[in-house]
């Protein structure tokens, strides 16, 4: 059994060095949507919008999803340009000799003017498409691991259509169109475990620590459940990269994220499932 625990560490340590070595991306996960203003999101909610926001050409260009008829747009603030048209500075070269006249390049510049009101946005509950399916990694499964953990998932509520999911002390949210539910899930179950939300995290840990540490368990919870695939592998390299910026996890994180991947796993193993 010791040696057992022995090759799963080293396995879980090599998974946490690939991760930092390998190229990630997160291209196509957190660039979906437009990225619509903090004052956009404000005047949403003050409409009564609860859910992911787009465009009639976004919901139907990038989700295949259409508006369904007679819905009402509703407003958002766009900006208002103004454009000129003024002529580049000719290159200075004094060796050079001009023997014909030389076409004046021009370039166009834009100037803000103000911002109006417009209607043309609509919530995702306004268009119809088709669902995608939630599928749970084999041998695992997110009720009995919600039921023994004492946390449970409620409606997604934001806004903003690129965040993927969220927690809020013993709640998290998915985004019903998430690039990828499951690791999105076991992100925020780590951020739960490992109790960033509720605050018995140690207080130095600073913002780009917390979220290694949790995507770093969702990695090693999707690879132990056999659903790490080379897309989800690279956009949860990309992830993890991006936050810790080249800064390696301190040995105690390496430690906690251990044990929350175990507690995670055994809370939502199924009868007849490999035990780790």
Not at 44 to 71: C, N
Not at 237 to 257: A, C, D, F, V
Request: with cysteine.
């Amino acid at each position: 059994m010791a040696g057992e625990q022995i090759s799963k560490e080293l396995d879980w340590r090599a998974a946490i060095k690939e991760a930092y070595e390998r190229e990630g991306s997160v291209l196509g996960v957190y660039d979906r949507f437009h990225p619509y203003s903090y004052l956009n999101q404000i005047l949403f909610l003050m409409q009564g919008y609860h859910e992911p926001m787009a465009s009639r050409k976004t919901w139907k260009e990038k989700f295949g999803r259409d508006v369904r008829e007679g819905i009402k747009p509703g407003w958002v603030r766009v900006p208002q340009m103004r454009y000129e048209t003024v002529p580049e500075p000719a290159p200075e070269d004094p060796e050079a000799e001009q023997t014909e006249p030389v076409e004046q390049k021009r370039k166009r510049i834009a100037h803000l003017t103000g911002f109006l009101l417009v209607r043309g946005v609509f919530p995702l509950s306004a268009t119809t498409g088709e669902e995608l399916p939630h599928v749970e990694p084999p041998g695992w499964s997110l009720a009995k691991c919600l039921d023994k953990m004492g946390v449970r998932e409620v409606p997604f509520d934001h806004t903003d259509g690129n965040i993927q999911g969220y927690s809020r002390g013993l709640e998290f949210a998915i985004n019903p169109l998430a690039v990828d539910r499951r690791r999105t899930v076991f992100h925020e179950l780590g951020h739960m475990v490992l109790g960033h939300t509720i605050g018995s995290h140690p207080p130095d840990m600073h913002k780009g620590l917390l979220e290694g540490e949790a995507e770093m368990t969702a990695y090693l919870c999707m690879k132990e459940t056999g659903a790490l695939d080379e897309e989800t592998a690279s956009h949860s390299r990309g992830y993890l990269q991006h936050w810790t910026q080249g800064e390696n996890l301190p040995e105690k994180s390496i430690q906690r994220i251990f044990r929350t991947v175990e507690a995670i796993l055994r809370a939502g193993r199924v009868a007849g499932a490999a035990a780790e």
